[in-house]
């Protein structure tokens, strides 16, 4: 049985949160934090909800030292 995703749970309040409030993401910026720190306490590989923004960290450093 795989485990269950540390960060599920925040991940689906921001779903719920972007229901709430016609996907506006501005609205939705302190659940979005929320998963953020989740999925900095855990490995990268762990979360699979996590996997976007790790994703996001890696190009922005790709971009970062691009422009160096």
């Keep these: 049985m795989p485990q269950k995703d540390p960060c599920q749970k925040q991940a689906c309040e921001i779903q719920k949160c972007l229901q709430a409030n016609s996907y506006m993401e501005s609205k939705c910026q302190a659940v979005i934090q929320e ?6 306490q ?7 909800v996590c ?4 994703k996001e960290e890696e190009e922005n450093l790709t971009l970062k030292s691009a422009s160096k």
């Design 51 to 54: 996997s976007g923004f790790e």
């Design 35 to 40: 998963l953020r720190k989740c999925c900095a």
């Design 42 to 48: 855990y490995p990268k590989g762990r979360s699979v």
